[in-house]
């Protein structure tokens, strides 16, 4: 059994370290190209994958835990990733300019429902007085 074991465990790893090497885009591989990164991970069998795993990509810090200092290379060309929609500056411009749209959509139709319920009560006036 530990013998299968032996055998099992570097090759979940290699079959992982591929598969995450492949779904990777190609700008957030680092060292070396992607092409590169597979080779590796597929002629040297058990090193190849701990050294994708360890060096050969971007890895994005979880949210609430210890971000990268200004000065490291990783943090400068990183775009910001918000949390939540309330937290993006763009999607609030947005619900506002939506706001302002539905807002004036709302007097127009409150305008037009006046002009309705006049013309209504003028016609019922004219039959009325018939």
């Known amino acids: ?23 990777t885009p190609e700008d957030e591989t ?9 080779f590796i991970i597929l002629l040297f069998w058990i090193v190849g994958p701990i050294v994708w795993l ?22 400068r060309n990183r775009r910001t990733q918000y949390v ?3 937290d993006n500056p763009e999607f609030l411009a947005s619900l ?3 706001n302002k749209k539905d807002e004036a959509l709302l007097k127009d139709w409150e305008a037009d429902l006046r002009r ?15």
């Open 30 to 38: 680092k060292h070396l190209p992607k092409v590169a990164w597979v």
């Open 54 to 75: 360890a060096a050969g990509k971007q890895r994005t810090v979880p949210q609430g835990g210890r971000t990268p200092s200004p000065f490291s290379s990783g943090h």
């Open 1 to 23: 059994m530990l013998r299968v074991l032996m055998f099992l465990i570097p090759l979940a790893l290699t079959i992982y370290a591929f598969i995450d090497c492949l779904n």
């Open 116 to 130: 309705r319920e006049e013309e209504l009560r003028r016609r019922e006036g004219e039959q009325g007085t018939d």
């Open 96 to 98: 506002q300019e939506d």
């Open 84 to 86: 939540a929609p309330d």
